[in-house]
């Protein structure tokens, strides 16, 4: 058998994303999934014209970047770091569709969901 030998550095970094890979899991015990699955279509979806769509998808998107950038979240225990990458993730990918007239529900859905997570660990 034949043994990888992965080196200090790198062993240290895989130790290192194991870790922090199970403190974003744990960040968020309080809820019984790590996933946002909506009960209901997003208020979103309510909107009627792409153009005002589009500028709230871009000011909740450009919401979650800030946090998601901001020391004070990345260094925090608690989970809006984690939401905050998520929504802006979700809502890139929905702000792209919209480019192209296209209103893809399930990121329009990830999108505000995230960002009411988001919201909630901030207050």
Excluded at 41 to 48: C, H, I, K, S
Aim: hydrophobic share 45%; with cysteine.
């Amino acid at each position: 058998m034949r043994v990888l030998n992965i080196g200090k550095p790198v062993a240290a970094l895989v130790g290192l994303t194991m870790l922090s890979t199970s403190m974003v899991q744990a960040a968020d015990l309080s809820r019984p999934t790590n996933i946002c699955i909506p009960l209901q279509p997003a208020a979103l979806l309510e909107v009627e014209t792409n153009s005002q769509l589009t500028k709230t998808v871009v000011d909740i998107m450009n919401e979650a970047v800030s946090v998601a950038e901001d020391p004070r979240f990345i260094n925090d225990r608690a989970a809006a770091w984690v939401w905050a990458s998520e929504a802006k993730i979700a809502c890139g990918k929905a702000y792209g569709y919209l480019q192209s007239n296209y209103r893809d529900e399930p990121y329009l859905n990830r999108c505000e969901c995230f960002f009411r997570r988001m919201q909630h660990y901030l207050y």
